[in-house]
């Protein structure tokens, strides 16, 4: 008899969507903003995060998340794309070939070369974005009107739309990334880190390891600007800029690699946190941030996902110590 077991990842994030979309009338629309923006942070962090369990560090990912914002944004404004889930969808496959372009040259590095070369090609892609007039210069491109699913959904509509749309794309994706990390190539790339020889030897290929790892961050990193350009219906070369990489790389500090939730709930937390501390220290927020990442990395370095690993684990000794006392005590009984 095959005995079924509940994913509590994939049953969180579910839980996670439906609570959020049933919900979603009630979200102040403020608190909607910060999601969307969270939910795109959360994105490429997460392809930095599948990067980090094979032990190398971009930051460069900035330039996937260029990618599929630009992509949206040319699209729309050169083709007259303007369904939503079709930019979406452009962006991050966009992003993907480019990863596939460039993975096969810088999965051959690993340590600070390959943190140093991705950031290289981003503030390449940066400087020439601020001075190339297809890309709108320092200014940007503007993103018109846009349809979802064919419907054009106007104010408040509109908005709750696109928050659903953001939300569920992080939700699928998020569980995909899951999946991918449970099997067989996800479990090669996290051996990667801990020995590469010990890999080549099981017959495994390290390097076409790194190299798909490579293609789903830039998917993932894609996919994340696609969204964040729809959600400011404004992208800039800002994106591909160091700092915007930067951000990406303090969420799974700030979240730590446990899970799939990890970069989500970091996100989210950077975003509350960065809008709370602009508003009270508008001068000094950098600041805030910075002795917060300073706090974490002191007392908690493996982020705060971690806390919860280490609850749940404890939990369950406890049910399992229960459960172990329990049948002692019906074994004791005449």
Request: proline residues 2%.
């Amino acid at each position: 008899m095959i005995k079924w077991k509940l994913d509590t990842t994939i049953a969180t994030l579910l839980v996670l969507g439906i609570v959020i979309s049933c919900g979603v009338w009630w979200i102040p629309g403020w608190i909607r903003y910060i999601g969307q923006v969270a939910a795109s942070s959360a994105l490429a962090s997460l392809g930095v995060m599948v990067l980090l369990r094979a032990g190398l560090l971009s930051f460069g990912q900035g330039l996937f998340y260029f990618t599929g914002a630009y992509t949206a944004a040319l699209l729309y404004r050169h083709l007259g794309v303007s369904d939503a889930v079709v930019l979406i969808v452009a962006g991050g496959l966009i992003a993907g070939i480019v990863a596939v372009a460039l993975g096969g040259f810088i999965s051959t590095y690993r340590g600070i070369f390959f943190a140093m070369l991705t950031l290289a090609i981003s503030m390449v892609v940066y400087g020439v974005a601020v001075k190339v007039s297809l890309f709108g210069g320092s200014d940007g491109l503007n993103i018109g009107p846009i349809s979802m699913f064919g419907f054009r959904f106007r104010g408040a509509a509109f908005q709750v739309a696109l928050f659903l749309l953001c939300i569920w794309t992080t939700v699928l994706l998020g569980i995909a990334v899951h999946l991918f990390l449970r099997s067989r190539l996800g479990k090669v790339i996290e051996a990667i880190e801990d020995n590469e020889v010990r890999v080549e030897y099981l017959g495994q290929s390290v390097r076409n390891s790194v190299y798909a790892a490579y293609i789903v961050a830039g998917v993932l990193g894609g996919t994340g600007g696609a969204l964040a350009g729809l959600s400011a219906r404004h992208v800039d070369p800002g994106f591909a800029y160091w700092t915007t990489s930067g951000d990406f790389v303090f969420v799974v500090i700030l979240s730590g690699q446990a899970s799939v939730l990890s970069p989500f709930g970091g996100a989210f937390v950077l975003e509350i946190l960065r809008t709370f501390a602009a508003a009270t220290f508008p001068d000094e927020w950098q600041l805030v941030l910075g002795s917060i990442m300073l706090l974490i990395v002191l007392f908690i370095p493996n982020g705060l996902g971690h806390v919860f690993v280490m609850l749940r684990t404890h939990l369950n000794g406890r049910n399992q110590s229960a459960e172990i006392s329990s049948s002692n005590q019906e074994t004791a009984q005449p």
